[in-house]
């Protein structure tokens, strides 16, 4: 139940300085996705690092493109959430 009394209480914040906290938002998953897409091509040019990229860009341009169009803060927090996560999983499985 703490991690969604925490996810509540970000979301409320994020709300309440939705530029301010998109524009940070957008550098922080950009410089992640770009780490975690050197750590992919550093592995090879396979398949799986294909479906990995694939994977890392979608997740972060979901996230632009929902902060470029101006979605609901609920929306944009979600993806941010979405690409945070998926970036620091597949950096961490490259990095092993």
């Known amino acids: 139940m703490k991690i969604m009394e ?3 209480k970000n979301l409320r914040e994020f709300k309440k300085g939705e530029r301010g906290y998109s524009t940070i938002g957008i550098i922080i998953q950009s410089c ?9 091509l550093i592995q090879g040019a396979g398949i799986l690092q294909m479906v990995q990229l694939f994977l890392v860009t979608m997740c972060c341009m979901g996230f632009n493109a929902s902060v470029l ?10 993806l941010f959430i979405i690409s945070i996560v998926v970036s620091t999983i597949v950096l961490i499985l ?3």
């Open 94 to 96: 490259n990095l092993m």
């Open 32 to 40: 992640l996705g770009s780490i975690a897409a050197m750590y992919i």
């Open 6 to 8: 925490l996810y509540v």
């Open 69 to 78: 169009s101006q979605r609901p803060a609920k929306v944009t927090f979600n």
